[in-house]
Nanobody
Framework: QVQVQESGGGLVQPGGSLRLACSAS????????VGWFRQVPGKEREFVAG????????YYADSVKGRFTISRDNAKNTVFLQMNSLKPEDTAVYLC????????????????WGQGTQVTVSS
């Protein structure tokens, strides 16, 4: 399985921006769809954004459409999540999954999970 590591989280004011990175190790995920999820304590993990192996197709949760952009650099085995116009409700641990299944319903992560990176949006 692909091992992933997330980075780039932090504390940001409402309206601010952050760029998260998901790096693969052990095996490339350049032929996989990859997804970002987020989790708040006491709530279920929530799909945020996904990208096909070529980068030609992207998927977003309604709550982040128009604010977040997912992209990938297969040469660097890395997927990015650019988050703009951040809101307090975006506060969560953001996790990456290197094997995303998109089958009509909500995308699910089939691969292993990293530790995640904390994003806190607060004034």
């Amino acid at each position: 399985q692909v091992q992933v590591q997330e980075s780039g989280g932090g504390l940001v004011q409402p309206g601010g921006s952050l760029r998260l990175a998901c790096s693969a190790s052990g095996r490339s995920f350049s032929r996989n769809s990859v997804g970002w999820f987020r989790q708040v304590p006491g709530k279920e993990r929530e799909f945020v954004a996904g990208i096909s192996w070529s980068g030609g197709t992207t998927y977003y949760a309604d709550s982040v459409k128009g604010r977040f952009t997912i992209s990938r650099d297969n040469a660097k085995n890395t997927v990015f999540l650019q988050m703009n116009s951040l809101k307090p409700e975006d506060t969560a641990v953001y996790l990456c999954n290197g094997d995303l299944l998109v089958a009509g319903g909500t995308p699910v992560g089939l691969g292993s999970w990293g530790q995640g990176t904390q994003v806190t949006v607060s004034s």
